[in-house]
């Protein structure tokens, strides 16, 4: 479950919880209340929780389907917990058959930071004969973790022309981020504006992985989810400690601020002016789609965008993809008639609506809204994600240089 989406969770006791993880699912009201109990434990910091979940990794089954989710999602909470005590119980997940459980395992070991010793690095490269996914999430965990080796170099290095985009774009960042193989990342450059959008999404997360900043300018046009943009965008700068330089400074402004006319939008993404299929495609699954429709009501008529926008706000606005587009929208086009609704997006604090938040920030900016700098001044030290704190700093700042002289805050 993605981490904002807790708050589905945060209502299950921690006895709960406890209870529910090891019961027999069909003495259980809801079965799926097991696996979300396994994932409330994730966000707790206690010995007794994390024991209960080291345990389910052994006592949970993978021939009864609640169990196997719920195991499933025990090995992902362990990941949430980044203790290393767990690490001896997902190395054991790791030789079970259940290849969702092994991808787990293997993301949890990512992000606890684990050491394999030989025997186990020589058991990780014989997982790469695995599922696509599972051999994709090797890779990521080579990569990730920086470990080099002849055996795997040699490995993973024969799987750059794998047939699948998934093996191929890992292992090539593989090679460009720990044998200073760049140029294996060019054809991936392509796979930002393919029409599938899976290949787009791979293809970011790749080139993120691959810490390549010559490629920082290209991942800041694809028409891909402007937070999984800049997730790859802070691994490279934040791994080549460039995030200040002023031309990555620039990059990552024009990110954040996700202005669909600066994207690389294929003719088959973009619609017309009808009302309608600009509503249709904003709803599309394919956020390719749904920046053609938003590059749509960046061209259309201020007055008919600004009907379109009245629309869906009094209809989708608690549809968190709508949300962010209006949202963005208003601040892009300075429809000072619509401030309210900036200000309402600056203030949502559900975490699914954080993407809003930040295009909330610069519409202030762009419709120097005073009022609203106490909570960017706030939100500029205490917002736990990097791009909404960012943002709220650059915000603050330029709204106190319009600031007359002896005003505070």
């Known amino acids: ?75 992902e909470a362990l990941g949430r917990r980044k203790d290393a005590k767990a690490i001896p119980a997902l190395v054991e997940v790791l030789r079970c058959t259940d290849t969702e459980a092994v991808i787990n395992s293997l993301s949890a070991l990512i992000r606890i930071g684990w050491s394999p010793n030989k025997e186990e690095g020589s058991h990780l490269l014989n997982l790469l004969d695995g599922e696509v996914t599972q051999a994709r999430a090797v890779i990521q965990l080579f990569t990730r973790l920086r470990i080099q080796s002849a055996q795997a170099k040699n490995r993973i290095g024969g799987l750059c022309d794998h047939e699948s985009l998934l093996v191929s774009g890992a292992s090539r960042a593989y090679m460009a981020l720990l044998y200073g193989e760049v140029d294996l990342m060019k054809p991936l450059v392509a796979c930002l504006t393919d029409l599938v959008a899976g290949k787009r999404r791979s293809a970011v997360i790749d080139i993120g992985d691959s810490g390549d900043e010559s490629l920082l300018h290209v991942l800041v046009r694809a028409p891909v989810s402007m937070s999984l943009r800049a997730k790859s965008f802070l691994q490279i700068v934040d791994g080549n400690q460039s995030l200040s330089k002023p031309e990555n400074q620039a990059l990552f402004e024009q990110l954040l601020r996700d202005d ?12 017309g002016s009808d009302p309608d299929e600009i509503e249709r495609n904003l709803s599309h699954r394919d956020e390719a789609r749904q920046y053609g429709a ?27 993809v709508t949300h962010y587009y209006l949202s963005c929208l208003v601040g892009l086009r300075k429809f000072s008639e ?56 650059q915000a603050f700042a330029r709204l106190t240089e319009k600031q007359p002289l002896g005003r505070t805050f």
């Open 260 to 271: 669909p006319l600066l994207l690389d939008i294929r003719p088959e993404w973009e619609c």
């Open 1 to 75: 479950m993605a981490e904002r989406f807790d708050v589905l969770v945060q209502g299950i006791s921690k006895s709960d919880a406890l209870h529910l993880l090891f019961a027999k699912t069909d003495s259980v009201e809801r079965p799926s209340d097991r696996y979300f109990a396994a994932t409330r434990l994730g966000l707790c910091d206690c010995d007794e929780t994390l024991d209960a979940l080291i345990r389910a990794t052994t006592d949970l089954k993978i021939d009864e389907l609640f169990d196997r989710i719920t195991r499933r999602k025990a090995v």
């Open 294 to 320: 938003a590059a749509s009501l960046m061209r259309i008529d201020r007055s008919e965008c600004l009907a379109v926008i009245e629309s869906m706000q009094e209809r989708l606005w608690s549809d968190y």
């Open 338 to 393: 619509k401030s309210d609704l900036v200000r309402s997006a600056l203030a949502e604090t559900t975490p699914q609506y954080t993407k809003s938040r930040i295009a909330a920030a610069w519409g202030c900016v762009e419709l120097q809204l005073d009022d609203q700098m106490d909570l960017l001044y706030e939100l500029s030290s205490s917002a736990p994600w990097v791009p909404l704190r960012w943002t709220c700093q």
